[in-house]
């Protein structure tokens, strides 16, 4: 848990709230957050399925790994800490897109449980959407479009998840989605099953 340092401090609640924003919407707000290997497919399927809601009139974003860290973590790396730390902070972003009444897609590796636990204890009952890219670490390999895996084998890149760090899969996800053994678009169509079925989204 990281430690509170500034001081004097209290929320101020506005007067528009999450129930104003969702019913002006259409739609209620959750994060659904994509976990897995590199090159599971998180962001792929992120994309698709963003577009597919963003059809249907629902307000969506993607918070990408690569895309927060050109910016608001441009300043964390990949050691334990950085990684803790970086979860942590997209993890709060998340929570106030939710707030704020958008379907926040988020694909991180995000590998160790005990980050994503804290990530959903922050969140209301429901708002936390786990979803876990399952992919085996060959054939994330096999896809490897950026070259990573090579990299790491040849130890030129360290602390890389899979190869020379852990991943620690979820035990209890809301989804767990076999990208090795389905398209993108039915996992995109999984996922927005789930969020029909509970509600959060309108049905076609």
């Not at 009952?125 to 060959?138: K, L």
């Not at 969020?195 to 959060?200: N, R, S, T, V």
Request: with cysteine; aromatic share 6%; net charge neutral.
């Amino acid at each position: 848990m990281t430690e509170q340092k500034a001081t004097n401090i209290v929320w101020h609640q506005g007067s528009v709230t999450r129930a104003d924003r969702e019913k002006i919407n259409g739609h209620k707000a959750c994060t659904v957050w994509l976990t897995g290997l590199s090159g599971s497919g998180k962001s792929t399927i992120a994309v698709d399925l963003e577009k597919r809601l963003w059809e249907r009139g629902v307000k969506t974003y993607i918070l990408d790994g690569d895309n927060i860290r050109h910016g608001l973590n441009k300043n964390l790396g990949f050691s334990p800490e950085d990684r803790t730390e970086n979860i942590r902070r997209i993890g709060e972003v998340a929570k106030l897109f939710t707030d704020a009444g958008v379907v926040a897609l988020t694909a991180f590796i995000s590998p160790y449980r005990a980050d994503r636990d804290q990530v959903r204890k922050i969140m209301g009952d429901g708002d936390f959407v786990e979803v876990h890219v399952d992919c085996p670490v060959e054939v994330c390999e096999q896809r490897d479009v950026k070259g990573l895996y090579k990299k790491a084998r040849a130890g030129e890149i360290k602390e890389f998840t899979g190869i020379s760090a852990p991943y620690e899969a979820p035990t209890k996800p809301e989804l767990t989605i076999n990208t090795a053994g389905q398209t993108v678009a039915e996992s995109s169509q999984q996922i927005l099953a789930y969020l029909e079925q509970k509600g959060i989204v309108p049905r076609a």
